[in-house]
């Protein structure tokens, strides 16, 4: 009995302690969607001066004690298996963030600081501070939030919320950010998207279209919200374009929001300023329950991440469907009849705020094989273990320049499969790719195309039916 209690003892002091925290932590792993990250609450209160709301909000994580006991257990219950490390996509391109290290550097810096913490020492933690000593800035603006070491970890550890919760302490305390992340915010607070370079307006791809406003048609089943990049950046457009020629042809009642439509809040979020993504969030939310908006259409996976999984944390519910899983279900019904034969091999490109975060995988592909001519080819990684594009957790908006490009290391990996179009369902995919295969001198050869774009160019010449 001795033996027995003393080997207990030892085990959860030892390099073995795992064997315990494990099995914990899996039982004990997040109930909320894969793609939500948690809100600072009553962030806005604390900002804005509210003593009580001071001393009881923590403005993201600087040190150990502003992690939830979860993430606290998180440290314990790794079992140094790598298996997260081995899937970043940070990490595969040579920049210093490893999913295993950041826990395993936070791990001993909790284990060194213990018994000071313990003790109630004015100081427990010394002069060594968890972001900066323990956890570099590069380390943290190197991760793209695409949550392959959660989706390979085996004990369910939770790596992005606590990258995203360091990330907060950075912007919001501290002040501490890349320019060019710093710029974007700027952009997003100042002009409602982060494309601080253009000079396009939120219904300037809409010229001579005549799509519905919302606020003109608002008996509308489906709110198209088109997005930033869908609405501002020019290749982009085009996909825009395409899905409302999709819409109409298959009878689809549809408007938009034009110039009141804002940036959901995404890269604020995934950047750490919490405070400007509860703003906008709020905004959003206050515009879409005035029209009464119950259905909303998406083509970026990351307002529809926004939108589906985190907008209910301020009051804002409401279907959402991807353009993928819409066109997948209007082809199945027969609402869209492909004619012209593409006669092409195509891969398609898992993005992460789809796939891993919200298990969109079967649509999108079942899209493609209703194309006539269409022969699919798969990457090596794919679905659950595709690699990032490279544009997530701000980057689409960020130079961090060290080690290789993550979208010049997918690109090869899509050039592998002889295939000559990279099919995708993501705007910032699609901008990762053009400048892949532009740096690869490919462009003779492969291009990337959006769903929408490869179904509307199938649709018969004369299939529009009219407006939305």
Known sequence: MLITFGFLTYIGYSKLRH????PLNILLHKTRAKGELAPIVDLDKALEGDEEAMARVRFGAAKLADFTWKQLLDLDACTRCGRCQDNCPAWLSGK??????????????????????????????????????????????????????EENCPVAIEHVDAIVDMRRNLVLEQGRMPETAEAALRSIEQRGHPWRGTQATRTGWADGLEVPLLADNPEAEYLFWVGCTGSLVDRNMRVTQALVKILRTAGVSFAILGDEET?????????????????????NIET????????????????????KNEYPQFGGYFEM????????????????????????????????????????????????????????????????????????????????????RVNHIRTEQALDTGAAVVATGCPFCM??????????????????????????????????RGAG
């Open 431 to 464: 901008q990762m790719f053009e400048d892949g295969i532009k740096s690869k001198g490919a462009e003779e050869r492969v291009r990337v195309q959006d769903i929408a774009e490869l179904v509307a160019q199938s649709l018969p010449d004369d299939a529009e």
């Open 321 to 404: 469907v991807h353009h993928s899983q819409l066109i997948a279900r209007l082809l199945q019904d027969g609402r869209l009849t492909p004619a012209q034969a593409l006669r092409e091999k195509v891969t398609y490109h898992d993005a992460c705020y789809l796939g891993r975060h919200n298990d969109v995988f079967a649509e999108p592909r079942q899209a493609l094989q209703a194309l006539p001519g269409v022969e699919l080819q798969e990457m090596r990684w794919n679905q659950r273990q595709g690699l990032c594009c490279g544009a997530g957790g701000g980057h689409a908006f960020m130079e961090v320049n060290i080690g290789r």
């Open 263 to 283: 940036c959901t809040g995404d890269p604020a979020r995934r950047l750490g300023n919490e405070y400007l993504f509860q703003m906008l969030a709020q905004q």
């Open 96 to 149: 210093p963030l490893s999913p295993k290290f950041v826990i395993l550097d936070l791990q001993r810096h909790m284990h060194a600081t213990a018994a000071g913490v313990l003790a109630g020492a004015e100081a427990p933690y010394g002069e060594v501070a968890m972001l900066g000593d323990v956890i570099t800035d590069e380390v943290l603006w190197s991760c793209t939030t695409c949550r392959a070491c």
């Open 288 to 307: 879409l329950n005035t029209y009464g908006v119950k259905k909303i259409i998406t083509h970026c996976p990351h307002c529809f991440n926004t939108l």
């Open 19 to 22: 064997i315990i925290f494990s």
